[in-house]
């Protein structure tokens, strides 16, 4: 199975065309950012591996909430600091 960022760079056009009266702003941007992420469009950099001494690109990531590639850890980290709050009640 793809990666989101793959159905979403396949069928975003389509998807956003067809469903543009309902959809926010916030989810265009989410699509754009999902698409986006860890590609030559957002940027990137040249690191040095400590283990092979090699260089490689890294490219940067959207950083955004939505994305399952870089955004999985934080919403998790802060759902759980949520749940920390709720009160011990039914």
């Not at 040249?46 to 260089?55: L, W």
């Not at 950083?63 to 749940?83: E, F």
């Amino acid at each position: 199975m793809g990666l989101l960022a793959d159905i979403v760079r396949q069928h975003g056009k389509a998807y956003r065309e067809r469903h543009r009266a309902s959809l926010l702003p916030s989810h265009v941007r989410a699509l754009y950012a999902i698409a986006h992420c860890r590609t030559a469009s957002m940027g990137g950099h040249v690191a040095e591996c400590a283990e092979c001494g090699r260089e490689h690109l890294l490219y940067h990531s959207c950083r955004n909430r939505a994305c399952p590639q870089c955004g999985y850890d934080s919403a998790s980290r802060w759902l759980a600091k949520q749940r920390e709050l709720l009160l011990p009640v039914p």
